[in-house]
Nanobody, 120 residues
Framework: QVQLVESGGGLVQAGGSLRLSCAAS????????IGWHRQAPGEQRELVAS???????NYADSVKGRFTISRDNDKNTVYLQMNSLKPEDSAVYYC??????????????WGQGTQVTVSS
């Protein structure tokens, strides 16, 4: 089994910064792609950013130029550096990973979520 553990959420004023971390743990797996989604109250969950095994990145238009995703393959950890935060960035942020396990199949895992609140 694989677990994703997120950290780094909190309360910040508009214009501030936060860094989210998501660490994958378990045995005998490799991360194919990993990223962050977010869900605000009453809204659908949406992709924020993702990064592939080769380092290719994908960002939602609303965060381009403000957020940066990176990964440390040795630590099986992904980071989301969020700068110039806006109140509309407030949401629960979820880590999602596509993981290849020993049976060579791909599995999708979600973290438990971390709250980000940006005050105006």
């Amino acid at each position: 089994q694989v677990q994703l553990v997120e950290s780094g959420g909190g309360l910040v004023q508009a214009g501030g910064s936060l860094r989210l971390s998501c660490a994958a743990s378990g045995s005998s797996f490799s991360i194919n792609s990993i990223g962050w989604h977010r869900q605000a109250p009453g809204e659908q969950r949406e992709l924020v950013a993702s990064i592939g095994s080769g380092g290719s990145t994908n960002y939602a238009d609303s965060v381009k130029g403000r957020f940066t995703i990176s990964r440390d393959n040795d630590k099986n950890t992904v980071y989301l550096q969020m700068n110039s935060l806006k109140p509309e960035d407030s949401a629960v942020y979820y880590c999602k990973a596509i993981i290849r396990r020993v049976d060579a199949r791909l599995y999708q895992y979600w973290g438990q979520g971390t709250q980000v609140t940006v005050s105006s």
